[in-house]
């Protein structure tokens, strides 16, 4: 039987279950909704490729020097719909007219997320915008492999440990994978994300689910955005801070262990690219907003170089310090912190509504 890492640090990034050639590792959620390997033990040949792809057992040194940037696409179609500068899509755009592949995060019809790829422009809008549940990776290593080993660029977006996860799995640079990570507060549990999803349904809709969900509205503004919820015929709209998901998980109630001491995080990475929300750019560099979304980018290898370089015409962008263009947005660099009301919180929550301050604040009393 294979010796995976430890429970704590495993951030189910599906690396394993990817590489075991008899298929004898399936992802299954634990008590706490989040996924975790199982081996059957009857299929296993003990070949210890599981172990080899495993990220955490066997880490990728990372790269010495990056530059950041401020970024803001010029395109305001595209960055209203995006979770902050829409530099994302003028990154995936690249690569689909080289005749390449883009995988990202979607919602499936029940808003449960997986990663999908796409090779159409159109593809892209169902990657736009955040979700805040941990993404099913499936087979998507492996079709990756499948797109590079028939030389076709591929972009593949994700959490650092899932980056980390598809480089294990690969085991070897590919000249043309472009790795895109986020700036990554924690992955929360999808069990609780449905629960919720359950729950706004029976308070806002006569327990019919909602037709399409947005926790990342720009209607409210970037910096106070909004989580919508929109039924057939009407819609559920607050504030991230009033709402009790949203609230929760800021407060890391349902954050995956392994967050809490996330080995991927930093300054220097193992990916291409990291994106994520130029928070206080108003106070850095305040010509570099107008309250709609700006993009903090750091730019880790030369083909990441190459390609900012290819995307510069499409966009207004400026050279910053990656230390002090971090200082509002720490998760860059730091762990999540654990929530000692953590427990409590998944001991209580399928039976308690999931109001304020009934439910979320009754935890912290």
Known sequence: MPHLCDSKDCMGCSACSNTCPKNCISMK???????????????????????????????????????????????????????SGGVFSLLAKTVLQKNGVVFGAAYNPDFSVSHQYTETEDGLQKFRGAKYAQSDIGKSYRQVRSFLNENQYVLFSGTPCQIAGLQSYLGKDYEKLICVDLICHGISSPEVWQHYI?????????????????????????????????????????????????????????????CFDCKFKGL?????????????????????????????????????????????????????????????????????????????FFARYKDEDFELPVFVDNLHK
């Open 29 to 83: 959620a634990n008590n706490e909704g989040l996924i975790y390997p199982v081996v059957d033990a009857m299929l296993c040949i003990s070949c210890g490729l599981c172990e080899k792809s495993c990220p955490v057992l066997h880490r990728k040194p990372l790269v010495s020097k990056s530059k950041a940037y401020a970024a803001v696409n010029s395109d305001d179609d595209t960055r209203k719909t995006s979770t």
């Open 198 to 258: 359950d729950y706004r349904a029976k308070v806002d809709n006569n327990g019919i689910r909602p037709e399409y969900i947005n926790l990342r509205s720009k209607t409210t503004g970037w910096q106070r955005y909004s989580v919508e919820f929109r039924y057939a015929d009407k819609t559920y709209s607050k504030t991230f801070a009033d709402d009790p998901y949203m609230y929760g998980y800021i407060r890391d109630l349902y954050t995956r262990p392994s």
């Open 268 to 344: 220097q990475r193992i990916s291409d690219f990291t994106l994520g929300d130029y928070w206080g750019i108003e106070s850095h560099h305040p010509e570099m907003t107008d309250g709609m979304g700006t993009s903090l980018v750091l730019v880790h290898s030369e083909k990441a170089a190459l390609l900012w370089n290819e995307i510069a015409d499409r966009m207004r962008f400026k050279e910053v310090d990656p230390e002090t263009a971090i200082q509002w947005n720490p998760m860059a660099v730091k762990s999540t912190l654990y929530q000692e009301k953590r427990d409590e």
